[in-house]
């Protein structure tokens, strides 16, 4: 059993910026690190990832805003987020599997889950 610990969140004026971070119980390297979103009466909602040999994708509200990251000596995944906008309200979760690229939006992917950390943009 892996444990994941969000932390970073918070409220935030539009077009202000946040960065979020996870630390997981286990080294990075043994997983590929997720970030997922869920905005009340929503669906959870992919972020972004970064694989074990770093490649990085993104969900379409995220790119060219976020910016996954993996940090080993500190043993965290973050997520810098920018330009944030009412529509980033939300519970956002860090999530660590195996995936391959044409699964890696699906929550399924993944095995375990963090309690998530909400983010509040005001206008």
């Known amino acids: 059993q892996v444990t994941l610990v969000e932390s970073g969140g918070g409220l935030v004026q539009a077009g202000g910026s946040l960065r979020l971070s996870c630390a997981p119980s286990?080294?990075?390297?043994?997983?590929?690190m997720g970030w997922f979103r869920q905005a009340p009466g929503k669906e959870r909602e992919f972020v972004a990832v970064v694989r074990r040999n770093n490649a990085k994708y993104y969900g379409d509200s995220a790119k060219g805003r976020f910016t996954i990251s993996r940090d080993s000596a500190k043993n965290t995944v973050d997520l810098q987020m920018s330009s944030l906008n009412f529509d980033d309200t939300g519970l956002y979760y860090c999530?660590?599997?195996?995936?391959?690229?044409?699964?890696?939006?699906?929550?399924?992917?993944?095995?375990?889950w963090g309690q998530g950390t909400q983010v509040t943009v005001s206008s």
């Open positions: 286990s080294p990075i390297s043994d997983y590929d």
């Open positions: 999530a660590a599997g195996s995936i391959i690229l044409s699964t890696a939006k699906r929550t399924d992917s993944y095995y375990y």
